[in-house]
Nanobody, 123 residues
Framework: QVQLVESGGGLVQAGGSLRLSCAAS????????GAWFRQAPGKDREIVAS???????YYPDSKKDRFTVSRDYAVTTMYLQMTNLRPEDTAQYYC?????????????????WGQGTQVTVSS
């Protein structure tokens, strides 16, 4: 069983930065692939970034410039660094993990999810 706990969300002004953390227990991020998704009110959940067990990363084209996914040395925590935040980045951000090494954009391929952390960007 894998448990994921997100932290680091909050209120930030447009143009600011935040770093989200996702702490894993039960497996390390060297054993599972990890991803960050987000869901804004009234919108579908979408992938923001992901990282494979070996550390390869995936970003959708729209997220490549301002979002960076990484892991700590012990690979127990995954991060999402967000810069130059915009009001449209306001959403609930979720950490997800896949037991296989899938790290693409399809939600259903991820086996475990955290509870989410809210990011609100004010204009």
């Amino acid at each position: 069983q894998v448990q994921l706990v997100e932290s680091g969300g909050g209120l930030v002004q447009a143009g600011g930065s935040l770093r989200l953390s996702c702490a894993a227990s039960g497996r390390t991020f060297g054993q599972i692939a990890g991803a960050w998704f987000r869901q804004a009110p009234g919108k579908d959940r979408e992938i923001v970034a992901s990282i494979s067990r070996a550390g390869r990363t995936y970003y959708p084209d729209s997220k490549k410039d301002r979002f960076t996914v990484s892991r700590d040395y012990a690979v127990t925590t995954m991060y999402l660094q967000m810069t130059n935040l915009r009001p449209e980045d306001t959403a609930q951000y979720y950490c997800a993990a896949a037991l296989g090494d899938y790290f693409g954009p399809t939600e259903s391929r991820y086996d475990y999810w955290g509870q989410g952390t809210q990011v609100t960007v004010s204009s």
